[in-house]
C-alpha cells in the first residue's frame, strides 16, 4: 500500500514525466511541418487552387488528407493516380468522363482555374502523411476479373 505522501508523489512524478514527454513531442511535431509540408513550394498559383477548393465546396464530397465527405474519392494522392492530362479532361468536362454514373459538379472552370486546382492537389500530393492514404489492396479484384 502506499502512503499518502508517496501517492502524491507518485502523482507528482509521472505528471510531470508524461507532461514533458508530450511538450517534447510536440514540438517535434511542429519542427518537422515545413520540411513535411514542404511550405516553401507554396506558390501563389498553389494558394489560388485551394481557395477554388474551398469556395466551391469540393470537401462536401470529396476527403483531403482524410479530412471532408465520403461521397467521392479521396483526392490526397489524385494527380499519381490519374496524372495532369486526365485531371485536365475530366476538370473540364466532369461528366463525358463517367456518363450516367454519380456526378461530379460541371463548375465551368477557366484552364486558369483548373491549372490552379491541379497545383493544389500536386502540392497536396507531395505532403509527406507516413503514406496516407494506403494504395488500394487489388489482389482480391485480380482473382475474381479472371472467373
Ligand atoms: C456533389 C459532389 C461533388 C463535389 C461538390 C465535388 N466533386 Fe469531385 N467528384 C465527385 C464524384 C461523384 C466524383 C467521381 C466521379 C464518378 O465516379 O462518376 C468526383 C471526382 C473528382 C475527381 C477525379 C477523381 C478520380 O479519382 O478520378 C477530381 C480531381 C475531383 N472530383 C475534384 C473536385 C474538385 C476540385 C471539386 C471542387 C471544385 C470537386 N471535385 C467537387 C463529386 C463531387
Not at 468536362?93 to 463548375?107: F, H, I, L
Request: glycine share 8%.
Amino acid at each position: 500500500m502506499l502512503s499518502k505522501s508517496q501517492a502524491r508523489n507518485f502523482f507528482l512524478g509521472f505528471t510531470v514525466l508524461f507532461s514533458g514527454t508530450f511538450l517534447a513531442l510536440t514540438v517535434d511535431s511542429i519542427r518537422q511541418v515545413p520540411a513535411r509540408s514542404h511550405e516553401d513550394q507554396m506558390t501563389a498559383q498553389v494558394v489560388a487552387g485551394k481557395e477554388i477548393w474551398e469556395t466551391n465546396n469540393c470537401m462536401g464530397c470529396h476527403t483531403l488528407l482524410g479530412e471532408g465527405a465520403y461521397y467521392a474519392p479521396e483526392l490526397t494522392k489524385v494527380v499519381e493516380r490519374r496524372g495532369e492530362g486526365y485531371l485536365k479532361m475530366f476538370l473540364r468536362d466532369p461528366q463525358a468522363m463517367y456518363p450516367g454514373r454519380r456526378k461530379m459538379v460541371q463548375y465551368n472552370f477557366t484552364p486558369e482555374q483548373i491549372d490552379e486546382v491541379i497545383a493544389f492537389l500536386t502540392w497536396i500530393g507531395k505532403i509527406d502523411t507516413n503514406g496516407f492514404p494506403a494504395a488500394p489492396d487489388l489482389a482480391p479484384l485480380a482473382g475474381a476479373s479472371t472467373k
